[in-house]
């Protein structure tokens, strides 16, 4: 007897090339935005590591075009299960235990940006530096929501329905934790006698 394989209409699905690229790809970038997160080199690493395998795992057989948004999708929500579980952990461990509490927060330095790009001297390399480490430590100090739309729109690109679309809110959410953030950051680099 044979079976009828389902005939897929639409764009082309992904090629294990395709995703394997997009991987490769988005890595630096979904790191850093896990590290923004979690605060964690470690964690951040298999947060992205098991968002990484999730993607290829349960959505090889999606178009290719769909994958940056399946993408962030999944790492938001590993970021926000990391939380869950870490909050009931720590209801756990309180009431259960009141003799020993551990405080084991590392705050790892962050990843180096390259920030020659196109940057003529030495004078202006060493201005943009300080710059991006001002922005990175006014990034790092956004509540997570502000950090998330933030890092979406401006560091991924997205849209702001893709964005929406991605961290589970309206598109108006999504206009007004950028608009906070914005504003938090350009307050942060004014105080440091920046205009932005």
């Known amino acids: 007897m044979f079976r ?35 605060r964690d080199e470690h964690l951040a ?55 020993s509490s551990s405080d084991d927060e590392d705050d790892d330095p962050l990843e180096r940006i390259n920030v020659d790009d196109g940057v003529s001297g030495p004078a202006e390399v060493a201005e943009r530096a300080q710059v991006v480490a001002l922005i990175d430590e006014a990034v790092k100090k956004l509540p997570r929501r502000q950090q998330e739309a933030f890092l979406l729109r401006y560091w991924e690109e997205l849209d702001v329905a893709e964005t929406a679309q991605v961290m589970g809110c309206s598109e108006g959410s999504v206009k007004t934790h950028c608009s906070r953030a914005n504003h938090s950051i350009a307050a942060f680099l004014r105080k440091r006698g920046i205009e932005p």
């Not at 993408?71 to 209801?91: A, E, G, P, S």
């Open 4 to 38: 009828r394989q389902p005939i897929h209409e639409g764009p082309p699905l992904a090629t294990e090339k395709e995703i394997a690229g997009f991987l490769a790809e988005v890595e630096r970038r979904a790191f850093k935005h896990a590290l923004y997160a979690v």
């Open 45 to 99: 690493l298999d947060l992205v590591q098991e968002s990484m395998m999730r993607l290829a795992d349960k959505y090889a057989a999606k178009p290719a075009e769909e994958l940056p948004l399946l993408f962030h999708r999944i790492l938001q929500n590993t970021i926000r299960d990391h939380y869950r579980r870490q909050k009931v952990r720590n209801l756990w461990s309180t009431m259960l235990s009141s003799l």
